[in-house]
């Protein structure tokens, strides 16, 4: 679960999300954090309100590095992903609408299948199912649209509910406008610890499931976000989007040595692809139950010319872990034709470490509060990338499907629209960690959307 987090960060560029752990699957402007739940009520850009959108979105990720936290901050954090997701908009009416966002990630990751020292058991690969739904209703006199949702996900050690509203008011000249949306997430986890830490394990031994319990998690956002057209070519806005987490926040697979223990440690001893099993105990990460993150950002959109738009985004985020980062991003969208535009991208993002983050084996056994996950690290991280998006006026192909419309003519679905997009990352440490210390987390990331009217 815990990969997933990060590699959904990655996909959305939604940092520091590094540093956050909200739950979501893939790219969803409607939701308030990114991706997931339609809790806005607005519909694809470049297509008609009336119209039944589909979108069908999929990709591939591909990660490594050398800091897994399952091994107390070394050895792999090998994860591959593929999650398909389909994004349907239907209009009820002239002024009320139903979404629906539902998908599935198959991944596989090296790192967690470090939790029981047994290479190729479930813990190795896995799905999560997630499906987000929303209904929203225009009051086109008064310039106002209100949306709620509700979605779920599921996977082995995880099970996830929420809701959410929205809210937003446009100005009567369309110039400006005030969004206002609130999410809550009700989250299970699931508390499978490492192998030779759970009770009932037999010194060397590398099977037992052990005895499971379970832990509650509840996070609660609020984003507020004011727009303004300033010039006809120049539109701000300003965003904060609040964050409060109450419940288990560490993760229970997640191994921290001591510097200091002397306690010996009873976990079989390994070859191979296993990382060499360190002299004294590990314990479970642990952090405090209780986490606040407070996030501003500012965008900026400038029309340079009909053909070449700049899209400027800056992010401060701070948190009272102690993480404090800096985000930047440009994004720049060219027509190369009529139909075809090319948007190259290039975000650099930085943060401190958390106040309860070290090193592998650097923690003391007198520290209230630790963890080896490289998430909480200090690092920079840049991800350069280049999207193409090609969309004719009268679509790219056309099609009967079942199903008349209020005429009695044959329904017929047309695919207008087709994005492509890659991009690369890469994690780079601060001289604050010795060199075999440092993040070296990459990344590489492609993904398409289909976008299907009806």
Do not use: C
Not at 185 to 206: A, C, H, N, Q, W
Not at 365 to 387: M, Q, R
């Amino acid at each position: 679960m815990k990969h997933l987090l990060t590699l959904l960060a990655l996909a959305t560029l939604a940092t520091p999300a590094l540093a956050q752990t909200n739950p979501g699957t893939t790219q969803n402007p409607n939701r308030i954090d990114g991706y997931g739940a339609p809790v806005s009520p607005s519909v694809p850009t470049n297509r008609a309100t009336d119209e039944t959108t589909i979108d069908i979105i999929g990709g591939y990720y591909q990660q490594d590095g050398s800091h897994g936290a399952v091994e107390g901050g070394r050895g792999t954090q090998q994860l591959t992903d593929v999650p398909p997701a389909i994004i349907v908009n239907v209009p009820l009416d002239t002024v009320s609408r139903l979404t629906a966002n539902v998908g599935a990630d198959f991944y596989a990751s090296a790192s967690t299948d470090r939790i029981d020292f047994a290479l190729s058991t479930p813990s190795s690969h896995d799905v999560r199912y997630h499906g987000d739904f929303g209904y929203s209703r225009e009051h086109k006199y008064t310039g106002t649209i209100w949306g709620v949702g509700a979605g779920v996900s599921k996977e082995y050690d995880y099970f996830s509910t929420n809701v959410a509203a929205s809210f937003a008011k446009t100005s009567r000249d369309g110039n400006r406008q005030l969004s206002l949306a609130g999410q809550v997430f009700f989250d299970r986890v699931t508390l499978i610890m490492p192998l030779e830490l759970r009770k009932g394990y037999s010194p060397g031994s590398t099977t037992g499931k052990g005895d499971y319990g379970s832990d509650q998690r509840q996070t609660y956002n609020l984003t507020a976000t004011y727009s303004q057209v300033l010039t006809k070519r120049l539109q701000a806005a300003v965003s904060t989007e609040l964050v409060s987490q109450n419940g288990l926040l560490s993760t229970p697979f997640h191994r921290v040595y001591f510097r200091d223990n002397p306690v010996a440690n009873t976990a079989p001893t390994l070859g191979g692809d296993f990382s060499t099993r360190f002299p004294t105990a590990a314990r479970v990460e642990n952090l405090p139950r209780s986490r606040f993150k407070y996030p501003v950002s500012l965008r900026l959109n400038y029309y340079a010319t009909d053909l070449v738009q700049v899209r400027g985004f800056y992010r401060f985020y701070n948190d009272n872990f102690g993480i404090r980062a800096h985000t930047f991003e440009v994004e720049l969208p060219v027509k190369v034709t009529q139909f075809f535009a090319v948007y190259p991208f290039y975000r650099y993002h930085t943060q401190t470490a958390a106040t309860y983050f070290a090193p592998f084996a650097q923690h003391s056994v007198s520290d209230e509060f630790y963890t080896s996950d490289y998430d909480l690290a200090a690092f920079s991280a840049n991800k350069i990338g280049l999207g193409l998006r090609y969309s004719p006026v009268y679509g790219i192909t056309r099609f009967r499907v079942p199903g008349q419309d209020a005429q009695g003519r044959p329904h017929v679905m047309r695919l207008k629209s087709f994005d492509l997009r890659y991009a690369n990352y890469q994690q780079t440490g601060t001289s604050i960690y010795s060199p075999a210390d440092r993040p070296d987390l990459k990344a590489n990331i492609v993904s398409f959307d289909l976008g299907f009217a009806l």
